[in-house]
């Protein structure tokens, strides 16, 4: 079940062919120094790569090919003017769109916003370690889409489960989010594992499973958190295709939680008027515009709330992310997420909304 995020599944245009002679008469950097230096600068502002293992037998012919041509494609998009384009390598399989995160609970949002180390949130970063009311439990939600007709367009149910487990023999949660039903005419399947540290809910490791995703029939991640940084792999079975993910995460953005993890990431903490906060959101991290999404929380109310599970006397928060906003309403007993309203599309005739089902 998403919380906090839609991610633009935009279109990105395949030039590499036309743009070929010009990436092949490109000159090649010598290898040095300096070379390594701009490397060096490059990751420290935030890129990630990939690199082969060192321990494996080269082939001189293939590298000599390969190394100017990738090289000449980073100095082009370096030297390009106006927005960064994507390049795709056409052996990679992929002719679509590139894959970005499915997360539309708290949607209507389309990113395509790149954030750069430098930048900072302008509100004190959650503190997601103090939630200590976290308990082993399993909770439905219900996500609608709506028209500008009062009709349903989307139709989807999910349930979250939250249990006691250990990963690489460290004491941690285990989240499985199981997403069901209709989505943009067909039937959807949409599910998520993720393990956070118990100690501290540092977020350890996260399976994706979409089906269908565009025009494959499924989609997976897989990722991995360490210190600073995201590292998985992206496959698509069907097409033998496989991606390396190599991503940082700021600290100055942090903490970081998953969508699927939103309706407990307030659990236990002290809300009261006037509370705010900062939280970043991890996508899938395979391409620039889809590595996190920076949130900030201020609570602007309270109201009892009547949904399906129940009626409870809520905090109501407001959840902004670039020029958008949406309302979100957390139960005060206990900081479970109960109700999400994004009319930020009102204007459009859409809203969206996801509301408690019932908890066990």
């Known amino acids: 079940m998403s919380w906090f995020t839609r991610w633009r599944q935009s279109d990105v245009l395949d030039f590499s062919d036309a743009i070929r002679p010009e990436l ?49 494609a980073a100095l082009l998009m370096l030297l390009m003017p106006g927005e960064r384009m994507l390049i795709r390598r056409r052996t990679d399989g992929i002719t679509g769109p590139e894959p970005v995160a499915n997360a539309p609970f708290l949607s209507g949002v389309a990113y395509a916003q790149e954030m750069r180390v430098a930048d900072h949130p302008s509100l004190s970063p959650l503190r997601i370690a103090a939630a200590r009311q976290l308990r082993s439990t399993s909770v439905e939600y219900s996500r609608v889409w ?38 943009d005419g067909h039937g959807q399947v949409e599910s998520e594992t993720v393990y956070v540290a118990r100690n501290d809910l540092r977020f350890l490791s996260r399976q994706v499973h979409v089906a269908p995703y565009l025009k494959y029939e499924g989609i ?69 515009r889809d590595v996190f999404i920076p949130i900030e929380l201020r609570v602007v109310g309270e109201e009892f709330v009547r949904v399906p599970a129940g009626r409870f006397d809520c905090w109501r928060l407001s959840v902004r992310f670039f020029a958008k906003e949406m309302s ?11 109700r999400s309203l994004d009319e930020s599309d009102a204007g459009a005739g859409v809203t969206r909304e996801v509301v408690l089902l019932r908890e066990k």
């Not at 979100?328 to 109960?338: A, F």
């Open 24 to 72: 092949q008469a490109l000159p090649t950097p010598v290898a040095g120094e300096a070379l390594l230096e701009r490397i060096l600068a490059s990751r420290a502002a935030g890129d990630r790569a990939i690199l082969p293992n060192v321990r494996a037998p080269r082939r001189r012919g293939a590298l000599r090919c390969v190394i100017p041509l990738a090289v000449a």
């Open 146 to 183: 709506r028209d500008s007709a009062g009709k349903i367009v989307n139709d989807m149910h999910g349930r979250v489960t939250l249990s006691l487990d250990t990963v690489g023999g460290a004491d941690a949660w285990k989240l499985v989010s199981d997403d069901r039903g209709i989505r």
């Open 220 to 288: 997976n991640v897989r990722q991995q958190f360490r210190g600073d940084s995201v590292t998985g792999t992206m496959t698509i079975p069907s097409r033998g295709i496989s991606r390396p993910i190599a991503r940082l995460l700021p600290r100055s953005f942090g903490p970081y939680i998953t969508d699927t993890f939103a309706p407990f990431a307030l659990m236990g903490l002290p809300l009261q008027p006037r509370w705010s906060a900062s939280v970043s959101v991890v996508g899938w991290a395979l391409v620039p």
């Open 328 to 338: 979100y309403w957390v139960r005060k007993s206990d900081g479970l997420g109960v």
